[in-house]
């Protein structure tokens, strides 16, 4: 079971940046998908959740209104559509992958890529 991002890079505030979760050796169709991120010195943060059946959505209050989480099941993969840039929002971008989720906490996903990093200039 693995995943794997892309899509980070640098971009100016108030600019967009699509990153994509694919999956390899099972169905992301099946699995609840998490976005993380976690800034130099700082813990890692649940950025948006979406379950198996994309019943429950979760965006932290911080990019609600600004992200967007979605599935494209023909692709295998799992987006996360960033608008309205902001500098705070720099950090290493992962996504993971499990049954299911209750918080959207780290501690609730077993499956994880190694992270893309979001770079956002003033």
């Known amino acids: 079971v693995q995943v794997e991002e892309s899509g980070g890079g640098l971009v100016q505030a108030g600019g967009s940046l699509r990153l994509s979760c694919a999956a390899s050796?099972?169905?992301?169709?099946?699995?609840?998908i998490g976005w993380f991120r976690q800034a130099p010195g700082k813990e890692r943060e649940g950025v948006s959740c979406?379950?198996?059946?994309?019943?429950?959505?979760y965006y932290t209050d911080s990019v609600k209104g600004r992200f967007t989480i979605s599935r494209d099941n023909a692709k295998n993969t799992v987006y996360l559509q960033m608008n309205s840039l902001k500098p705070e929002d720099t950090a290493v971008y992962y996504c993971?992958?499990?049954?299911?989720?209750?918080?959207?906490?780290?501690?609730?996903?077993?499956?994880w890529g190694q992270g893309t990093q979001v770079t956002v200039s003033s």
């Open positions: 993971a992958a499990d049954w299911a989720y209750h918080y959207c906490l780290s501690s609730e996903f077993a499956s």
């Open positions: 050796g099972f169905t992301l169709q099946h699995r609840a």
């Open positions: 979406i379950s198996m059946f994309d019943d429950s959505i």
